[in-house]
């Protein structure tokens, strides 16, 4: 049952952390695109006419900090997941060696909780960026929808924040990062499992 659930949350974690490679993709290609026609810009205006009108949109890309963000952002939450069930973060295992195994079986579970910790808590504060009340108001958005009152949440979502730049509704972000750190905070709670049932094996001890 463990070795199985492990490898459902393992292809879960690499297709999640393949979706999130797409997203650094595009953050590069914009990022050079916009480099390139910055310098096309400079060279097309370095005449003494500078640049002509019908090339007016030759320069760098309206919002490419906004449109980085958003893909280096994508890349960064769906790499939650593997990173955990992969063991990928950071760790400092200079004395490991000389500890026994049983030590370190604990240190691993240890860790693991710690780390499931804090993703129950950016998951709860991904929740409250989405259903926190509009400005003036003392209603949550989730009320709203338990009642069914979808003219108020269409209103409160065309009143949701905006990037500063292209005017894109961030709600939808709050909505991608909410379900990459869900999946972050489930395979935590598996590795937790996982590290618990190494510890009480017999060849822990």
Sequence with gaps: MINRLDRILTRLAAALALAGGLGLIFATVVTCLSILLKLANRIVGAGAGGVPEHLAWLGPILGEEELVTYGVGLALFTA?????????H??????????PPRLNRTLDLLGDTALAAIAYL????????????????EDPLAAELATGNWSVLGDRLRDAQE??????KLWPTYI????????????????????????LAPAAR
Excluded: H, K, N, Y
Excluded at 92 to 98: A, T, V
Excluded at 122 to 137: D, E, V
């Design 80 to 88: 939650l997941p593997w990173v955990m069930i992969r063991r990928g």
């Design 90 to 99: 950071i760790r400092i295992d200079l004395f490991q060696p000389w500890f």
């Design 122 to 137: 950016i998951l709860t504060r991904q929740w409250f960026l989405i259903f926190r009340p509009a400005r003036r108001s």
């Design 163 to 168: 990037s500063q730049i292209l005017g894109l």
């Design 176 to 199: 991608v990062a909410e379900l990459c750190v869900l999946a972050f905070f489930v395979v935590a709670c598996f590795c937790v499992l996982r590290s618990a049932r190494a510890l």
